[in-house]
């Protein structure tokens, strides 16, 4: 087992052909008794339609804790919320909280006799040692074990009643309001399979691909669950990178300082990992190939027979537009033959042209601008060099 710290959690990605068998794996390195949850993970955008029986939309995400007791999983959602009034103690830091008893109330697990290694003997503010003990006087026993007691004492508060002192706990604000995460990770919430090879794209163009990548919205859900502002992250299967790239953003989201280390066995490790790090870290400009269209005609048995003269003309406009484009295609479809022009754009260039042809911005091509950067971020929701500030595109010369 990687050395995971004590409040650390393990979450691996899998499908229906290895989950049954690393959940048993996994329960016997961690312990069942340490499995968080399983969660689905809705990987597939639509139907694959080639498929014999089912057409799998799903994966699998298996969530183990070095330690269950010392795992905290973030709430989701309603940040800005206030918290319920029951939350009516501040700590003096402006967090509020409640206490709970310490002691086990109810169920099975109150008494000594059935959690044995929950009745320990723990130090009151008067020195005297307090025993968990139950109301009809059997002996009790603790929520927590010694060790997550010695590990949060600051959160144990004491309280002296008639019958001598009782530890409480608190039950701060911030750690419990928004939502507990869900076993269903729907692909509208973080993306999909598809999402993430476009995300690959949208950093390396064309030049680099990656069969199995996961989206960032993926990685950054689970970072959001399972990390605070100061985590390490270890991913020791990290592909395209995309843990280190949540990770960045987690920090950018949160001004957190996470750390993390990534481990890639095969060649692709610096051309691919290590490069897509460099990229995000230092920012990528938008790529997209620009077409425009420089000529188009009907081939008719006429123009067949003056086959030389169209070729002639094809050759000319060559001449005349290659310095302007990468590449000159010409292609016979549905009966005409068509020649466009192609070339590579970054985002600055479109709206340097956008500037150039025009010398003032018209509201649609802002409208069209907006939505490129809005795909964009959605695509990658990474740093991206001057984007806001160059994301203009004209209607007829967006680029694909
Ligand atoms: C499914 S991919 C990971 C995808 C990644 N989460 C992403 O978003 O791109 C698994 C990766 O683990 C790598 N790998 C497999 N065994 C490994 C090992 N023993 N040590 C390091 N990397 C390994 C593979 O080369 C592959 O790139």
Known sequence: MPELHFKGSFWMTLDDNEIHRARAMMDEIFGEENFLGSVVWEKADSPRMDADYFSTSHDYLLAYAKDKEFVHFQRLGDEDNEPPEHYNMDDGDGRKYYLKPLRAMGGQGETRESRPNLYFGMDAPDGTKVFPKLQDGRDGAWRWSLKKVQSELNRIDWREGKSGWTPYYRIYADNNIGRPPETIFYNTDVGSSRTAKSQIKAIFGGSASFETPKPIGLLEKILDIATTEHSIVLDSFAGSATTGHAVLNANKKDGGDRRFVLVECMDYADSITAE?????????????????????????????????????????????????????????????????????????????????????????????????????????????????????????????
């Open 276 to 400: 897509r790090m460099r990229r995000v870290i230092n920012g990528y400009a938008y790529e997209g190939t620009q077409r425009e269209e420089l000529h188009r005609e009907n081939l008719t048995l006429t123009s067949l027979k003056k086959a030389d003269k169209l070729l002639e003309h094809v050759t000319s406009i060559e001449n005349l537009e290659s310095h302007r484009f990468d590449a000159i295609k010409k292609e016979v479809k549905d009966g005409e033959l068509v020649v466009t022009g192609e070339k590579k754009v970054t985002l600055a260039d479109v709206v340097r042209q956008a500037l150039h042809e025009d010398g003032f911005l018209a509201d649609d091509k802002w409208v069209v601008a907006h939505e490129m950067l809005l795909e964009n971020r959605a695509q990658t929701s990474a740093p991206r060099r001057d984007a806001a500030s160059t994301g203009i595109a004209t209607a007829r010369s967006a680029p694909t």
